[in-house]
T-cell receptor, first 110, second 114 residues
């Protein structure tokens, strides 16, 4: 079946550093790639998304890049802050649903 | 608020009992999804409703699981004869149309089977 691989599973950075999370997908028909942030006890919150007709998108400190040829996309967080600590999920559209990666637990240390 | 609302937020029940989980999507959203999230894991797709079309039930793990969506709005997920492995957080999301539109999630129902 369709699959999304996400790396790393955990990531620890110092406040102010950058964090990068990478995902690969298997369905060549995927054309929508959202990223979600999930805090403890809460549902996933959409933080940024990108469509296949765009290679990069930026929103303040977060950016996402997409390489359709290689079937991978990445989330970049710059100038990390302690409140960025959470679990991040990537996803790819496939057959009218989203296939999620297994998540990355990001810890930002003051 | 105007977000996706799920109830109950927590449910503890004995093995073998039936449970019913409710999702109230964002007004105007025609697509509704149910996912399951086991402890420390990713999101597992269960079922998808889009307007009046037949639902996509391809993610339901067994025939003990069923869902319905009445009037194109509120949805209920029912688990019959619960087992301990059903313990998880059940998340609901809604969007304007299909999976190519942003999905907005509720905070989930944490289900614990004793």
């Amino acid at each position: 079946g369709e699959n999304v691989e996400q790396h790393p599973s955990t990531l620890s950075v110092q406040e102010g550093d950058s964090a990068v999370i990478k995902c690969t997908y298997s369905d060549s028909a995927s054309n929508y790639f959202p990223w979600y942030k999930q805090e403890l006890g809460k549902g996933p919150q959409l933080i940024i998304d990108i469509r296949s007709n765009v290679g990069e998108k930026k929103d303040q400190r977060i950016a996402v890049t997409l390489n359709k040829t290689a079937k991978h996309f990445s989330l970049h967080i710059t100038e990390t802050q302690p409140e960025d600590s959470a679990v991040y999920f990537c996803a790819a559209s496939s057959s009218n649903k989203l296939i999620f990666g297994a998540g990355t637990r990001l810890a930002v240390h003051p | 608020g105007a977000g996706v609302s799920q109830s109950p937020s927590n449910k503890v029940t004995e093995k073998g009992k039936d449970v019913e989980l409710r999702c109230d999507p964002i007004s105007g959203h025609t697509a509704l999804y149910w996912y399951r999230q086991s402890l420390g894991q990713g999101l597992e797709f269960l079922i998808y409703f889009q307007g009046n079309s037949a639902p996509d039930k391809s993610g339901l793990p067994s025939d003990r699981f069923s869902a319905e969506r009445t009037g194109g709005s509120v949805s209920t997920l029912t688990i019959q004869r619960t087992q301990q492995e059903d313990s998880a957080v059940y998340l609901c999301a809604s969007s304007f149309s299909n999976s190519d539109q942003p999905q907005h999630f509720g905070d989930g129902t944490r289900l614990s089977i004793l």
